[in-house]
């Protein structure tokens, strides 16, 4: 099946701890993004991509970080830095292009514990 | 720069009844819209959206949203109301000229029996 692939579901991160979010696309999009929602909450956007070996920060960046080596993938990587992880990361992609549908994954929740 | 809202926390309304999910934009170009789904602990699924042409954009399940440039609105609607349509709808709004779309805070709908 043709999709979004967000992996883990749950995540677990000590204090102090670097963790990494995958995020794999078999639809051939260019395009791909990062998305944070904390609960009852809008989506707030850390880094997009919309070609390989480029990505440009969004509003939240700070605390993340991204790699697009791949056109199929999209990892994010949440340091140490960022104070207030807990939240739930949603990854997506669409065709670049400001008419084309942005598709979304399931979603990881990362929980500091 | 561009914007959205989305008026209202909340809607509910009964089942049978028609609905409306209210959002506004701002953009400085000329407007893409879309209206997403959200059900709890997943992905946001796309609805539908406006690109050009006709005001009234037909979309999944049912759903329709009216695309009005004076009042720069693009309301969702929906005829007759399904106690599963209960879920937060997103609107989004992209700038033809921006590299990346601006999603509102969402609404929650809830549709009693």
């Known amino acids: 099946d043709g999709g979004i692939t967000q992996s883990p579901k749950y995540l677990f991160r000590k204090e102090g701890q670097n963790v990494t979010l995958s995020c794999e696309q078999n639809l051939n999009h260019d395009a791909m993004y990062w998305y944070r929602q904390d609960p009852g909450q809008g989506l707030r956007l850390i880094y997009y991509s919309q070609i390989v070996n480029d990505f440009q920060k969004g509003d939240i960046a700070e605390g993340y970080s991204v790699s697009r080596e791949k056109k199929e993938s999209f990892p994010l990587t949440v340091t140490s830095a960022q104070k207030n992880p807990t939240a739930f990361y949603l990854c997506?992609?669409?065709?670049?292009?400001?008419?084309?549908?942005?598709?979304f994954g399931e979603g990881s929740w990362l929980t500091v514990v | 720069a561009q914007s959205v809202a989305q008026p209202e926390d909340q809607v509910n309304v009964a089942e049978g009844n028609p609905l409306t999910v209210k959002c506004t934009y701002s953009v400085s170009g000329n407007p893409y819209l879309f209206w997403y789904v959200q059900y709890p602990n997943r992905g946001l699924q796309f609805l539908l959206k406006?690109?050009?042409?006709?005001?009234l954009v037909k979309g999944s399940y049912g759903f329709e949203a009216e695309f009005n440039k004076s009042q720069t609105s693009f309301h969702l609607k929906k005829p007759s109301a399904l106690v599963s349509d209960s879920a937060l709808y997103f609107c989004?709004?992209?700038?033809?000229?921006?590299?990346?779309?601006?999603f509102g805070d969402g609404t929650t709908l809830t549709v009693k029996p």
């Open positions: 989004a709004v992209r700038d033809t000229n921006a590299g990346k779309s601006t």
């Open positions: 997506a992609s669409s065709e670049t292009g400001g008419g084309n549908t942005i598709y």
């Open positions: 406006y690109i050009t042409g006709d005001n």
